[in-house]
């Protein structure tokens, strides 16, 4: 498994733990620990950058194109932000 597969692993595990958290204190530890952990994965990712589009469900609205990437599922936006 390379280290970005063990990032992503890593990343889900703590964003249960947010999902499910009540301490807003320890929360934001966690997402702080979350975007160290997307910097990192956006630095180590070799992007293929793909256009999907969306549907959501309240406002209902079709289409919504989003781009992320296909090996590490980072919007975009985020990894532009972070380059």
């Given at each position: 498994m390379s280290n970005i597969d063990d990032?992503?692993?890593e990343k889900e595990i703590i964003q249960k733990d947010v999902r499910d958290m009540k301490n807003v204190e320890n929360?934001?530890?966690l997402l702080e620990e979350i975007d160290k952990i997307d910097k990192t994965i956006i630095k180590l990712c070799d992007h293929d950058i793909i256009t999907d589009?969306?549907?959501t469900m309240f406002p209902y609205?079709?289409?919504i194109m989003?781009?992320?990437c296909k090996n590490c599922e980072i919007s975009k936006k985020l990894i532009?932000?972070?380059k």
């Open positions: 990032l992503l692993i929360k934001n530890k589009y969306i549907d609205r079709e289409g989003i781009q992320y532009d932000l972070n």
